[in-house]
């Protein structure tokens, strides 16, 4: 294991006040310093994204207190991504362009919203829903979708000039990666009234300085934690002309009269990566840590807080998502199976925050994203 320390940075009036208005689900779990004391993981949700046209996709539920484990029956979808809202489980379906409402104690498909092209990540306040749309033809526009869920319809879209990959929000704002080499993070303004029949505009772009941004979250200090996997360009054969490196940042949003201000930076010795193509990072708000996978199964722990860094080597197949349970110290790993990591069930290891391996559970086809649910517990003694 190796660390790099840098010294803490003080924070501004702006950035601690913005704390407050934080908007958590979706990039996070919402769970405060004080609560942390009773709060209890009861559900770790693993999305197996399954193979395009296989229909093949389902999900895995992990009861971490009592041990134990169940599947879904498969979907005609693969999953992209999902998130837990209160007891509902929204789950962006790609290849059939939707969002799936679940009861998350039945399992049970409440409902779901269509027309949302090639869908990538969702957030949720409880009442509207933000999901980005990547374009790969002249017929749509890259896109945000704004999704009124009370009535589980589209009701207004945000059009993009990139394809954008995450999204994180405050009650104020919205900021969208755009995965491309030149990548931007874009904010976007929410209304001050009602953000389903209210005005969203876009208030300006953040150059992070990287290639592929693909995740930002927005920190407990108000800041922007920002996960970039880094690019390969390719020329008009396909041959591959240049590589470059993922990079890990804090950004103050409204640094350099609105346009962004880089407060941190962390360069990675290669590309972050996922062996289901899904989740490559995973943010927890509750330890002020980023969490990325690169090549080689190593997990980099990057505090946003004061720039610390940790590497775990993590031995074992390659690793498709990553999670963190922050009240209980540990880390779960998606891993398709090596051989036929599209066909046939992966595992889900749970790890140490030393990397060391202390439980494994069966779970489907290409584990490529995972989700945590914290709930208030009663405080002991």
Same mark, same amino acid.
Not at 19 to 25: D, F, G, Y
Not at 141 to 167: H, K, W
Not at 327 to 341: A, M
Not at 342 to 364: K, L, M
């Given at each position: 294991?190796?660390?790099?320390?840098?010294?803490?940075?003080?924070?501004?009036?702006?950035?601690?006040?913005?704390?407050?208005?934080?908007?958590?689900?979706?990039?996070?779990?919402?769970?405060?310093?004080?609560?942390?004391?009773?709060?209890?993981?009861?559900?770790?949700?693993?999305?197996?994204?399954?193979?395009?046209?296989?229909?093949?996709?389902?999900?895995?539920?992990?009861?971490?207190?009592?041990? /134990?484990?169940?599947?879904?029956?498969?979907?005609?979808?693969?999953?992209?991504?999902?998130?837990?809202?209160?007891?509902?489980?929204?789950?962006?379906?790609? %290849?059939?362009?939707?969002?799936?409402?679940?009861?998350? %104690?039945?399992?049970?498909?409440?409902?779901?919203? /269509?027309?949302?092209?090639?869908?990538?990540?969702?957030?949720?306040?409880? @009442?509207?829903?933000?999901?980005?749309?990547?374009?790969?033809?002249?017929?749509?526009?890259?896109?945000?979708?704004?999704?009124?869920?009370?009535?589980? %319809?589209?009701?207004?879209?945000?059009?993009?000039?990139?394809?954008?990959?995450?999204?994180?929000?405050?009650?104020?704002?919205?900021?969208?990666?755009?995965?491309?080499?030149?990548?931007?993070?874009?904010?976007?303004?929410?209304?001050?009234?009602?953000?389903?029949?209210?005005?969203?505009?876009?208030?300006?772009?953040?150059?992070?300085?990287?290639?592929?941004? @693909?995740?930002? +979250?927005?920190?407990?200090?108000?800041?922007?934690?920002?996960?970039?996997?880094?690019?390969?360009? +390719?020329?008009?054969?396909?041959?591959?002309?240049?590589?470059?490196?993922?990079?890990?940042?804090?950004?103050?949003?409204?640094?350099?009269?609105?346009?962004?201000?880089?407060?941190? @930076?962390?360069?990675?010795?290669?590309?972050?990566?996922?062996?289901?193509?899904?989740?490559? /990072?995973?943010?927890?708000?509750?330890?002020?840590?980023?969490? &990325?996978?690169?090549?080689?199964?190593?997990?980099?722990?990057?505090?946003?807080?004061?720039?610390?860094?940790?590497?775990?080597?993590?031995?074992?197949?390659?690793?498709?998502?990553?999670?963190?349970? $922050?009240?209980?110290?540990?880390?779960?790993?998606?891993?398709?199976?090596?051989?036929?990591?599209?066909?046939? &069930?992966?595992?889900?290891?749970?790890?140490?925050?030393?990397?060391? %391996?202390?439980?494994? +559970?069966?779970?489907?086809? $290409?584990?490529?994203?995972?989700?945590?649910?914290?709930?208030?517990?009663?405080?002991?003694?």
């Amino acid at each position: 294991m190796t660390t790099s320390t840098r010294p803490v940075r003080l924070l501004s009036v702006y950035t601690l006040l913005l704390a407050a208005t934080l908007w958590l689900t979706g990039c996070d779990f919402g769970v405060s310093q004080d609560d942390a004391i009773t709060a209890r993981t009861t559900d770790v949700a693993v999305a197996n994204a399954g193979a395009f046209g296989a229909q093949n996709s389902s999900f895995t539920f992990i009861n971490p207190e009592e041990e /134990t484990v169940s599947n879904t029956s498969t979907f005609s979808s693969y999953i992209q991504s999902h998130i837990l809202l209160d007891n509902q489980l929204l789950t962006v379906f790609g %290849e059939t362009g939707t969002l799936g409402v679940f009861d998350l %104690e039945t399992r049970n498909q409440l409902g779901q919203v /269509t027309g949302i092209p090639n869908p990538r990540y969702a957030i949720s306040d409880g @009442r509207v829903a933000y999901v980005t749309s990547q374009s790969y033809s002249d017929d749509t526009d890259p896109a945000v979708y704004i999704i009124d869920l009370g009535e589980r %319809e589209i009701v207004d879209t945000i059009t993009l000039d990139a394809n954008p990959e995450g999204i994180t929000g405050t009650s104020s704002s919205l900021f969208v990666a755009t995965g491309n080499v030149d990548g931007q993070i874009i904010e976007i303004s929410r209304p001050l009234g009602n953000p389903i029949t209210g005005d969203h505009t876009i208030a300006g772009t953040i150059d992070p300085e990287c290639d592929a941004p @693909r995740r930002p +979250y927005v920190t407990r200090q108000g800041l922007l934690a920002v996960a970039c996997s880094g690019a390969t360009v +390719y020329d008009d054969d396909f041959n591959v002309i240049e590589e470059t490196n993922g990079a890990l940042l804090v950004i103050d949003p409204a640094g350099n009269s609105g346009d962004g201000s880089i407060l941190d @930076r962390e360069d990675l010795a290669g590309q972050l990566t996922s062996a289901s193509s899904q989740q490559r /990072t995973f943010y927890s708000r509750l330890r002020n840590t980023l969490f &990325a996978v690169l090549e080689d199964n190593t997990v980099v722990l990057y505090s946003t807080l004061n720039g610390e860094r940790s590497d775990i080597q993590v031995d074992g197949p390659p690793i498709g998502a990553i999670a963190f349970d $922050a009240v209980n110290e540990l880390i779960y790993l998606g891993r398709p199976d090596p051989v036929n990591p599209f066909g046939a &069930a992966g595992t889900v290891t749970v790890h140490e925050s030393s990397g060391a %391996e202390i439980e494994s +559970y069966e779970a489907g086809i $290409a584990p490529g994203h995972i989700a945590l649910r914290i709930t208030q517990g009663e405080q002991d003694g």
